[in-house]
């Protein structure tokens, strides 16, 4: 399994338990991210800690993402982006649209 979710309260935390997201991963991160929002979550957190390198349509999936939790009224974030991970977000200016939060606890508080 490639991506995990754990439900926490109002919040599910969506984990990519690979170093590379590619893309591959799109049916797991969609199934995780529907049931965590059949549960009436408020948030949900996706947690990159483990990823070195994103491509194009790992980008895709997360604006996919912030457009699907958004559109069921829930809040959408990122924690634990590598510095190597950040410097692609922001290239492409996408840190401007996404709330990006150092670590996992930082995205609950």
Not at 11 to 20: A, G, L, P, R
Not at 69 to 81: D, E, V
Not at 88 to 97: A, E, L, R, S
């Amino acid at each position: 399994m490639r991506v995990s979710a754990q439900v926490e309260n109002k919040y599910s935390v969506i984990k990519f338990e690979v170093d590379q997201v590619l893309g591959y991963e799109a049916q797991e991160f969609q199934d995780a991210l529907l049931d965590s929002l059949e549960q009436k979550v408020n948030c949900i957190i996706v947690d990159l800690s483990s990823v070195k390198y994103i491509s194009s349509w790992g980008i895709g999936m997360l604006i996919h993402g912030l457009a699907t939790t958004t559109n069921r009224g829930s809040n959408f974030k990122i924690a634990g982006l590598a510095d190597k991970v950040m410097e692609v977000f922001q290239k492409v200016k996408i840190d401007t649209v996404l709330n990006i939060y150092k670590t996992v606890e930082l995205a609950k508080a």
